[in-house]
């Protein structure tokens, strides 16, 4: 982090920086961040009250990251478009009305304009042939352009919390699609009630250690008092996930509670016990994940974008690495036998212990499909097979890089299979159902 103070002294200006980040309530744009011009790569001017940029912005030609969340801006600052090298752009949390044609940068990869109140996208953005990762969700969209046909790049949206009233063919069409979301739409709007489910209230619990946190609620660990200790089979230690904020980069908590409740029971997802349903508090109660139990990966990066990452030294053995991935199949054949999309399929999203047992979880990008033809909901499988795809692709990688011999019969019918599914025409991939009769004969 870098002051406003350090900028207009000069004292930075000896340093070749490509780095620059101040958050300091600033309301006009910094133009001593413009001697920087020849070296800078990455501008974060998040957390302030920025609403314009300057022309001279387009002096940034070494640009490639900017981030200008929760900030003032009211329109997309078409000077952007005019730096060569800009490929990542963050405006989230802004009040964003209006994208102009052609405001966006043509090589942009990452686009962010989650929370804002866009509610039309630039018929230009179809220009954008680099886009892989395009983030939308919590405005007032209304309909996609069908421009975005072109943006055959892309591999994941997120578009749910929105007014679209329909979900266009072209867009589950996309050849390398694996991630959508897109609930919390007309087009989704399901009012089946969970009050049959298992309720549960604030006061039933003592919270006990944070054991994480996510976009949309933090995680605890928690004593459920003895009002249901008698019930059979239930653990009075559990998770408690509170949900938190109206909206996320993937949608409302709400929809990621319902198409939870809605999944129902199966051996590799983490079981839900009951619902918590108060004015003041939303959240789940969910069986205590034992610690023998960890990440399999690691988020993706700024430069991997949609891809894992693992750590260096993250192995796994071929005869797991099939039980994983036969295991998660089977999860999501399940999901989608219950009319429901992951639309997180990651290996940063799956737990394993040191047998390969597999626990998955985190709905927060999950939609309610049951309002799809069965055509669309096919085709959602497909694309959610396609993710699956790139995650044993991914596994595969890390074995290559690890050193590991890639000569063994298991390792040839995985990469077979990884690349049946990353096929670029949706419906000659296979179902969840033939995946695993496929990974069944290897186990």
């Not at 413009?34 to 001279?56: I, K």
């Not at 578009?159 to 050849?175: G, R």
């Not at 690495?321 to 639309?343: I, P």
């Not at 690349?419 to 000659?428: E, F």
Request: net charge negative; glycine share 4%; proline share 4%.
């Amino acid at each position: 982090m870098h002051t406003l103070a350090q900028l207009k002294s000069g004292e930075l200006n000896s340093q070749k920086l490509q780095r620059i980040q101040i958050a300091e309530q600033l309301v006009e744009f910094p133009h001593e961040v413009l001697a920087f011009a020849d070296t800078l790569e990455v501008l974060d001017l998040s957390n302030n009250r920025l609403s314009q940029l300057p022309d001279e912005f387009a002096q940034l030609t070494e640009l490639k990251i900017l981030f200008l969340s929760f900030n003032c801006f009211t329109e997309l600052p078409a000077v952007i478009a005019k730096c060569p090298k800009l490929e990542m752009i963050g405006f989230k949390a802004n009040q964003i009305t209006t994208v102009a044609e052609n405001s966006l940068p043509v090589d942009t990869r990452w686009l962010i304009l989650t929370d804002n109140q866009i509610s039309k996208l630039p018929d230009s953005i179809g220009d954008l042939h680099r886009l892989k990762k395009c983030a939308l969700a919590g405005n007032k969209i209304t309909a996609l352009p069908n421009s975005m046909a072109n943006c055959t790049e892309l591999e994941l949206l997120r578009i749910s919390a929105n007014e679209l009233t329909q979900v266009p063919d072209w867009l589950l069409s996309l050849p390398k699609l694996a991630w959508l979301a897109f609930s919390g739409n007309p087009v989704t709007d399901n009012h089946v009630s969970h009050d049959s489910f298992r309720q549960a209230n604030m006061a039933d619990f003592e919270l006990g250690d944070q054991l994480g946190q996510g976009a949309s609620g933090v995680i605890y660990q928690a004593h459920w008092n003895k009002a249901f200790e008698s019930q059979a089979g239930i653990s009075n230690i559990v998770a408690l996930k509170m949900f938190r904020g109206a909206v996320t980069s993937d949608g409302y908590p709400k929809d990621e509670l319902h198409c939870c409740l809605s999944a129902g029971h199966h051996p590799n997802l983490i079981k839900v016990l009951a619902q918590i349903s108060e004015p003041d508090h939303l959240g789940l109660v969910m069986e205590l994940i034992p610690p023998r139990f960890y990440n399999l990966g690691l988020p993706p990066s700024l430069v991997t974008c949609t891809r894992d990452t693992f750590a260096d030294d993250m192995d796994i053995s071929m005869a797991h690495l099939v039980k994983v991935m036969l295991s998660m199949a089977g999860a999501l054949s399940h999901l989608h036998q219950h009319k429901v999309s992951h639309g997180d399929i990651y290996a940063h999203n799956t737990m394993i212990d040191a047998q390969a047992n597999m626990l998955f979880g985190d709905f927060g990008a999950a939609t309610d499909l049951s309002k799809l033809s069965p055509q669309q909901a096919n085709f959602m499988q497909w694309i959610e097979v396609r993710a699956f795809g790139n995650m044993l692709d991914d596994l595969l990688q890390q074995q290559i890089a690890l050193g590991n011999k890639a000569n063994t019969t298991e390792f040839t019918v995985l990469s077979e299979l990884s690349q049946q599914c990353l096929q670029h025409q949706s419906d000659l991939r296979p179902s969840f159902d033939e995946i695993c009769q496929q990974l069944s004969k290897l186990s």
